[in-house]
Antibody, heavy 121, light 110 residues
Framework: EVQLVESGGGLVKPGGSLRLSCAAP????????MNWVRQAPGKGLEWVSS????????YYADSVKGRFTISRDNAKHSLFLQMDSLRAEDTAVYYC??????????????WGQGTLVTVSS | QSVLTQSPSASGTPGQRVTISCSGS????????VYWYQQLPGTAPKLLIY???QRPSGVPDRFSGSKSGTSASLAISGLRSEDDAYYYC???????????FGGGTKLTVL
């Protein structure tokens, strides 16, 4: 069974930074496109960012462009999200999700359990 | 405002069949695969349907997906109390170069 485990969430002040991690020890990690999706309290799902298997393609939602940076380390089977200039509206549970070759190919995806980020003074 | 449009709520009684719709455009549903997720309170989304109409192993065949043009639907037959949850549709959007989700439909099993 594929297992994705997020970590790094917590309480941070507005304007601060946080780095999220997603570990995928049992996954053929280098074959998967990786994604971050967030869910604000009581709200729906919002896509944040995607990185292709070899990091050749990176995409961001407009709401985080210029503030968040997605990266991955295939050797360590890990995905990261560096979040800078955090705002109250970034408060959410952040999920990582894995899909082979990107969503254009329509394969099933796998999700972690999420990590909570709270931006508040 | 979500790029994909879903009705905020739906309801049915046990044993009934309900359909949840998802409306998009030519840059997302019209040209890319649709996914459906079920989310119970306090838990991560669970994949129900991928590639428009495929079920992962373990998902009952009571759940089915379809797509026509720029719209998609999730049908749940033989409704059960445990189906009481939020349901989200999703697709890749070529114009936005990103994934888009519907706003979610809260299904209440009466």
């Amino acid at each position: 069974e594929v297992q994705l485990v997020e970590s790094g969430g917590g309480l941070v002040k507005p304007g601060g930074s946080l780095r999220l991690s997603c570990a995928a020890p049992g996954l053929n990690f280098s074959s998967y496109s990786m994604n971050w999706v967030r869910q604000a309290p009581g709200k729906g799902l919002e896509w944040v960012s995607s990185v292709s298997s070899s990091s050749s393609y990176i995409y961001y939602a407009d709401s985080v462009k210029g503030r968040f940076t997605i990266s991955r380390d295939n050797a360590k089977h890990s995905l990261f999200l560096q979040m800078d200039s955090l705002r109250a509206e970034d408060t959410a549970v952040y999920y990582c999700a894995a899909v082979t070759d990107g969503y254009n190919f329509g394969d099933p995806d796998y999700w972690g359990q999420g990590t909570l980020v709270t931006v508040s003074s | 405002q979500s790029v994909l449009t879903q009705s905020p709520s739906a309801s049915g009684t046990p044993g009934q069949r309900v359909t949840i719709s998802c409306s998009g455009s030519s840059s997302n549903i019209g040209v890319n695969y649709v996914y459906w997720y079920q989310q119970l309170p306090g838990t991560a989304p669970k994949l129900l349907i991928y590639r428009n109409n495929q079920r992962p192993s373990g998902v009952p065949d009571r759940f089915s997906g379809s797509k026509s043009g720029t719209s998609a639907s999730l049908a749940i037959s033989g409704l059960r109390s445990e189906d009481d949850a939020y349901y989200y549709c999703a697709a890749w959007d070529d114009s936005l170069s990103g994934r888009v989700f519907g706003g979610g439909t809260k299904l209440t099993v009466l």
